[in-house]
Nanobody, 126 residues
């Protein structure tokens, strides 16, 4: 059974940096794409960044040039390095994995992902 576990969340002041990580276990196939989503209080879950088995990563406009998504070659660990953090980045961050590769679901669509972690809290104070 595929399991994703996030770690590395915490509290940081505006302008600071933080890296969140996601470890995957139990996978028998390659991940087609995996992504970071976030959900702030009273807001809908939104896609932050995605990385593919082949191809360039993509980012939400709100985080481009501040966040960097990366994965190890074994597809066992996913990271999101966040810099120049803003209070509006405060949210629970979730990693998600897509093993099916159904491209009819765009990367920002949560329905594209079959497996999710439990989330890790990131709090940015002003």
């Amino acid at each position: 059974q595929v399991r994703l576990v996030e770690s590395g969340g915490g509290s940081v002041q505006a302008g600071g940096s933080l890296t969140v990580s996601c470890a995957v276990s139990g996978a028998r196939y390659s991940i087609y794409r995996w992504a970071w989503f976030r959900q702030a209080p009273e807001k809908e879950r939104e896609a932050v960044a995605v990385i593919f088995d082949i191809g360039s990563p993509r980012y939400a406009d709100s985080v481009r040039d501040r966040f960097t998504i990366s994965q190890d070659s074994a597809q066992e660990n996913l990271e999101l390095h966040m810099s120049n953090l803003k209070p509006e980045d405060t949210a629970i961050y979730y990693c998600a994995a897509d093993y099916k590769g159904d491209t009819s679901n765009e990367w920002r669509d949560a329905r594209a992902y079959q497996h999710w972690g439990q989330g890790t809290q990131v709090t940015v104070s002003s």
